[in-house]
């Protein structure tokens, strides 16, 4: 099996929902995905600058990643421009030396494990080596939890398996919001015995993964169904869902692990109903 944070977050927050994404494949044909493209385009433009480029390089990067036709209230290119600018302006001249851009990482967690991921910069500041992971969001800053957070005990974890003496993580965070810019980096650090801790509790979810694989019970958390894409079909009745899924979703595997050359990955698409 390949999971990656993407994965865990989902099965974490509704097995069912984990289901519809990772085992069925579905995702809404009608979804726009604006903030995801943002962010996309955003890193990309960042991608772009840490790797030499320039800032107008930069600029020109975002313009390409987020088309003119995508737009929400918080969310244009017009902002993005403008939200870009602003953190040059902030964190220019960049203090870190940089030591790698978009990492790739995998690495068996298990004889059946492998874990992926992407870490959008290794530093060193200080004469410590971090990784650090841009995040665009709409939340407030403040809201923000750095610890504990799989996401980056993942990240610091893979790059020690890479070589790297990581001790923790920056999270660049931008926020897009619509009146003003606002720009934080929170430092964060891992302790072997928490880095142990994570591996322990990815194992741990795994085996839940594999039992509803086995049993084909698939739990709903109705928390968080208000805002969940799948609600339809976790509310649809046996003999209308298969016309549901028709009409609101197509098939789109998630697998961005094939850039990193990954291979045996396991194909639930095949699995029933």
């Known amino acids: 099996m390949i999971l990656d944070n993407t994965m865990l977050s989902g099965f974490h ?5 984990f289901y519809w994404r990772h085992v069925r494949n579905l995702v809404p044909t009608e979804d ?33 990643g987020f088309p003119l036709t995508i737009s929400d209230d918080k969310r244009s290119t017009a902002v993005g421009l403008v939200l870009l600018e602003g953190y040059f302006k902030k964190w220019l001249p960049e203090h870190w030396e940089i030591l790698q851009v978009e990492t790739n990482l995998q690495f068996e967690l298990s004889s059946d494990l492998v874990y992926c991921g992407k870490v959008d910069l290794i530093v060193k500041d200080l004469g410590e080596v971090h990784i650090v992971d841009h995040k665009t969001t709409s939340s407030s800053l403040s809201n923000f939890i750095a610890k504990p957070n799989h996401q980056f005990s993942g990240y610091i974890y893979g790059t020690r398996c890479l070589g790297f003496p990581t001790v923790g993580a920056y999270i660049n965070l931008i926020a897009v919001m619509k009146t003003k810019q ?4 929170i430092i964060t650090h891992r ?15 795994k085996g839940r993964i594999d039992d509803s694989l086995r049993t084909g019970h698939w739990e709903t958390q109705t928390v968080s169904c208000r805002m969940c894409v799948y609600r339809d079909l976790c509310s649809s009745p046996p003999e209308t869902l298969q016309l549901m899924i028709d009409s609101k979703y197509k098939e789109e595997k998630w697998q961005p692990w094939n850039q990193t050359d990954v291979s045996g990955a396991t194909d639930y698409s095949s699995l029933p109903v």
Do not use: N
Not at 182 to 185: A, G, I, K, T
Not at 191 to 205: A, G, N
């Open 13 to 17: 927050s509704c097995p069912k929902q």
């Open 32 to 64: 726009k995905r604006v903030a995801l493209t943002f962010g996309t385009a955003f890193h990309s433009a960042l991608e772009t600058f840490y790797k030499g480029g320039s800032q107008d390089d930069a600029l020109i990067s975002l313009v390409r």
């Open 182 to 185: 606002d720009y934080h980096r």
């Open 191 to 205: 302790t072997d015995l928490e880095l142990e801790q994570w591996r322990l509790d990815v194992l741990k979810t």
